[in-house]
Each structure stands twice: as C-alpha cells, then as structure tokens.
C-alpha cells in the first residue's frame, strides 16, 4: 500500500492550514491524505474523582459520576468526528479526493509512533487547540512528536501559501544531506527555487554549501547559497522573513552552530518565529 500524508487535525485555527498544505503535499506527490483527530486523555477518571469524595455521599454519587464520564466521552467523540468531517470537505475543497479519517484515543504522540512507518510525510499544526493564543508556546508535545518518527514532519502556520521558495538551512551534517538529497529527488519541490543558508560557516562549511549548491543545479533545481551572521535562530527567521520565503527546511538533528535549533530549545524558538511552515527531516 502506498503511503499516506498524515494530517493531525484538531479543534484549533491551526487545522485549516494543516489541511491546506496535506493537499498541497499530497497533490504534488500523488499521495492520499489520511486526517488523524486524537482524542487526549481526559484529565481525571471516575475513579480518581471518587476517591475525593466523602465515605457517606459515595455511593449515592458514584453513579452519577460514572454518568457523567460516559457523557463526555460520547460529547468528546462526536465533537472528533465532527472535527474530522470539516477537515475533509477541507481537504476536498482543495481539489484533493476524499481522504480517509481516523478518530483515535491516547495521546498525539503515541499514535505518530505507530503510524510513522505509514506515513510518507506527516503536518501538525504549530500550536494545538486551547494554545492559539499563547505565543511563547509550542505545545509540551512538539520534541516529543518530533522525536517519535523518521517521518518527515511539516509544521504548518496560521494560513496556507503556494510554496514558491524554499529555504534549507544547511551545516553538511547527515539530517541535512538527508534534506538536501530529498529536494533534489522529490516531487514535492520540483520547479521551487531554494536557497542553502548556514549561519557563521568556515571555510570548509562554506565549501559544503557549494557542493549542496551544484547537487541542486545538477537536479534541475534553481539554487543558491547564502553564509549568515549572528544567534542561528535570529538570524535565520529575519532572512526568511526579509527574502519573502514560503517554508523553511531543516535536518531533525544537526552540528555546529545549527545544532542549536535543532530539537532543543533553540528550535522552538526557530519554528516559533519564523511565519512560514517548516519542514522537519530526520
């Protein structure tokens, strides 16, 4: 069976753009969308919320307790299906064909753990439903998520844009050759401009760059390169900002000076600031 773009879609302002750009993928790959909703554990079960209750009163309330649990389970299912129907005519309204959906319980990471061997390329929005407005906040999830597959993950923004240019921040490490061979190589990028950027590159960085760059020509891939100054994540989300780029790429794991960004608090702080999806390799 072929595999699929994994879409995690949830109640936030997020999903729309996650919707967005899993068409956009999948279309230029000739993939299927698959819409995942994951219904979080709910913070206390019946029986932990019983044993706060007084010895008399706890017979005559552990009915309607366990009332109440069920009634916000079947609300919190039907609320996940609904979620997933509007993600699909999402989907479809973006020319795509009827994607599958999958309402799953647990938690979020558990379920990119076993379906990352599915996936072809995986979109979580940047923030998750109840954090829209947190600016500072990533989600507790997000290295964990990371973490959890060898799946390429893109982290989508607030709105969706058609992906023209592309910047790939580079250090010659394994994630980023692996980024880099996956530009020359797929579909997704074909006919996109994309710039190597490295932040404070020697003489032998630099000397890496032009062979990324030459990698991508070859490839048919209109390219170029650019040496930065300064703290990576700062500068990075400025020159991305500045040159009107439409994703940024990076290796999930990386050395020098962009190690930093990488799974850590750094790249929090990248993907945090920088207004345009980031697309995520191990």
């Given at each position: 069976?072929?595999?699929?773009?994994?879409?995690?879609?949830?109640?936030?302002?997020?999903?729309?753009?996650?919707?967005?750009?899993?068409?956009?993928?999948?279309?230029?790959?000739?993939?299927?969308?698959?819409?995942?909703?994951?219904?979080?554990?709910?913070?206390?079960a019946t029986s932990?919320?019983?044993?706060?209750?007084?010895?008399?009163?706890?017979?005559?309330?552990?009915?309607?307790?366990?009332?109440?649990?069920?009634?916000?389970?079947?609300?919190?299912?039907?609320?996940?299906?609904?979620?997933?129907?509007?993600?699909?005519?999402?989907?479809?309204?973006?020319?795509?064909?009827?994607?599958?959906?999958?309402?799953?319980?647990?938690?979020?990471?558990?379920?990119?753990?076993?379906?990352?061997?599915?996936?072809?390329?995986?979109?979580?929005?940047?923030?998750?439903?109840?954090?829209?407005?947190?600016?500072?906040?990533?989600?507790?999830?997000?290295?964990?998520?990371?973490?959890?597959?060898t799946s390429p993950?893109?982290?989508?923004?607030?709105?969706?844009?058609?992906?023209?240019?592309?910047?790939?921040?580079?250090?010659?490490?394994?994630?980023?050759?692996?980024?880099?061979?996956?530009?020359?190589?797929?579909?997704?990028?074909?006919?996109?401009?994309?710039?190597?950027?490295t932040v404070g590159?020697?003489?032998?960085?630099?000397?890496?760059?032009?062979?990324?760059?030459?990698?991508?020509?070859?490839?048919?891939?209109?390219?170029?390169?650019?040496?930065?100054?300064?703290?990576?994540?700062?500068?990075?989300?400025?020159?991305?900002?500045?040159?009107?780029?439409?994703?940024?790429?990076?290796?999930?794991?990386?050395?020098?000076?962009?190690?930093?960004?990488?799974?850590?608090?750094?790249?929090?702080?990248?993907?945090?600031?920088?207004?345009?999806?980031?697309?995520?390799?191990?």
């Open positions: 069976m072929d595999k699929k773009i994994l879409a995690f879609v949830d109640g936030s302002q997020y999903s729309a753009s996650v919707c967005d750009y899993a068409a956009w993928a999948a279309d230029r790959l000739g993939a299927n969308v698959e819409l995942i909703h994951v219904l979080g554990r709910r913070e206390k932990e919320l019983s044993g706060t209750i007084a010895l008399g009163a706890r017979s005559s309330l552990m009915a309607d307790l366990a009332n109440l649990d069920a009634q916000q389970a079947k609300l919190s299912s039907h609320r996940g299906r609904a979620i997933l129907e509007d993600a699909s005519a999402r989907v479809r309204g973006d020319g795509h064909t009827a994607p599958s959906t999958q309402l799953r319980n647990g938690d979020i990471v558990e379920a990119v753990a076993e379906r990352g061997a599915d996936a072809r390329l995986m979109v979580i929005g940047k923030r998750g439903e109840g954090h829209e407005a947190a600016q500072d906040h990533l989600g507790s999830n997000m290295e964990r998520l990371i973490r959890a597959t993950v893109l982290v989508a923004n607030g709105t969706f844009h058609p992906v023209n240019k592309v910047c790939l921040a580079y250090d010659g490490g394994t994630s980023a050759i692996k980024a880099l061979k996956t530009l020359a190589s797929s579909p997704i990028f074909k006919d996109i401009d994309v710039t190597l950027v590159g020697d003489a032998h960085v630099l000397e890496r760059l032009n062979d990324a760059q030459a990698l991508l020509s070859d490839a048919g891939i209109n390219a170029q390169h650019e040496n930065l100054t300064g703290e990576p994540d700062v500068a990075l989300a400025d020159f991305v900002e500045a040159r009107g780029f439409d994703m940024v790429v990076m290796g999930a794991y990386g050395h020098s000076r962009i190690r930093s960004l990488i799974i850590g608090s750094t790249t929090t702080a990248m993907i945090r600031s920088c207004k345009v999806p980031v697309l995520l390799m191990r």
